[in-house]
T-cell receptor, first 113, second 114 residues
Framework: GDSVTQMEGPVTLSEEAFLTINCTYTATGYPSLFWYVQYPGEGLQLLLKATKADDKGSNKGFEATYRKETTSFHLEKGSVQVSDSAVYFCALIGMDSSYKLIFGSGTRLLVRP | SQTIHQWPATLVQPVGSPLSLECTVEGTSNPNLYWYRQAAGRGLQLLFYSVGIGQISSEVPQNLSASRPQDRQFILSSKKLLLSDSGFYLC?????????????FGSGTRLTVV
């Protein structure tokens, strides 16, 4: 079945450092890909998405490009802030009619001042 | 406007007690609805989804059940809670159509079984 694999955390960075969180997927056809963020004590928020190959999703300085050839959707940000500390989830919606959102295990990011 | 409501926000229940968590959506009809659970320090696991009234699909065998008595109401239940049922429960609703759809999540219920 469809699945998402993301890098283990926690990831600890200093403020203004460059961020990459790796995400790869297994799915048939062309799934839609998402990054969700969960700030401490809160629910899930959609950060960005891409619905077809080579699309780039972007929001709040974060970017991710849908790479069909490598089945990847890595999250990047050029300069992280303390307020970016959160858990980041990569996810996909597959091609079947249930439209289930399948999540990776999540990566905790801690940004230090 | 389209909104999703989930309650209660926090719940502490003894082992063996029953459970009922409710999720309702507004501003749409015939939505796809989903229940997820996030155990402490872990990822999000899909528990149930529903594509219509009375239609429930279970993703994992467990102590929980779900029901959809009305078009915009989705209920998660248990007859007897286990310690392992503790976690953060999220209701979600699929919004949009075609390739631009996504999910909107409720604010979640933090359940602690003691």
């Amino acid at each position: 079945g469809d699945s998402v694999t993301q890098m283990e955390g926690p990831v600890t960075l200093s403020e203004e450092a460059f961020l990459t969180i790796n995400c790869t997927y297994t799915a048939t056809g062309y799934p839609s890909l998402f990054w969700y963020v969960q700030y401490p004590g809160e629910g899930l928020q959609l950060l960005l998405k891409a619905t077809k190959a080579d699309d780039k999703g972007s929001n709040k300085g974060f970017e991710a490009t849908y790479r069909k050839e490598t089945t990847s959707f890595h999250l990047e940000k050029g300069s992280v802030q303390v307020s970016d500390s959160a858990v980041y989830f990569c996810a996909l919606i597959g091609m079947d009619s249930s439209y289930k959102l399948i999540f990776g295990s999540g990566t905790r990011l801690l940004v230090r001042p | 406007s389209q909104t999703i409501h989930q309650w209660p926000a926090t719940l502490v229940q003894p082992v063996g007690s029953p459970l009922s968590l409710e999720c309702t959506v507004e501003g749409t009809s015939n939505p796809n609805l989903y229940w997820y659970r996030q155990a402490a320090g872990r990822g999000l696991q899909l528990l149930f989804y529903s594509v219509g009234i009375g239609q429930i699909s279970s993703e994992v065998p467990q102590n929980l059940s779900a029901s959809r008595p009305q078009d915009r109401q989705f209920i998660l239940s248990s007859k007897k809670l286990l310690l392992s049922d503790s976690g953060f429960y999220l209701c979600a609703w699929r919004v949009g159509t075609g390739g631009s759809y996504g999910y909107t999540f409720g604010s979640g219920t933090r359940l602690t079984v003691v």
